[in-house]
């Protein structure tokens, strides 16, 4: 299976926000939307960045509440690892895991198409396993 499987099942929504914009106007749209991390896009669309939940309680933690009015630019991830439609799940689990982190921007020629979440990938294997566990019922049952 491969990120393009998961995108056809999540669909390619993606919440962001610009460079320019307040930790608070960030945190808001993360709790609106009910998600982990949102993707910061520059001029032309351009993939500039992501900021995840935990780098606003970062930013909080070493600066108080002041960080709420800091650009989002100031503390968002700029080395943002992505993927292509065409990478495996397993591709991905390995890339979450060994950067340590749960949000991977979908490229296409260079332009964002998708989000995937651990989340996502999590659901699509577990479905992949339900699928898995009743074809060997039925196998067992037809045998």
């Given amino acids: 299976m491969n990120v393009e499987k998961i995108l056809t099942v999540k669909g390619d929504n993606v919440i962001s926000i610009e460079p320019t914009a307040k930790l608070v106007d960030a945190a808001r749209l993360l709790s609106t939307h009910r998600i982990g991390a949102v993707v910061i896009v520059g001029a032309g669309g351009r993939l500039s960045g992501i900021l995840s939940e935990r780098d606003i309680v970062r930013a909080i933690a070493g600066h108080g509440a002041a960080a709420l009015e800091m650009p989002v630019s100031q503390e968002m991830t700029r080395n943002v ?32 198409i998708g989000l995937v979440s651990i989340g996502d990938v999590v659901k699509h294997r577990v479905g992949e396993i339900e699928r898995e566990s009743e074809e060997m019922r039925d196998y067992i049952r037809t045998a």
Avoid: Q
Avoid at 84 to 110: C, N, Q, Y
């Fill in 81 to 112: 690892m992505t993927c292509v439609e065409t990478d495996s799940v397993a591709d991905i689990m390995e890339k979450m895991t060994t950067g340590k982190f749960r949000h991977l921007p979908v490229l296409r020629d260079g332009k964002m």
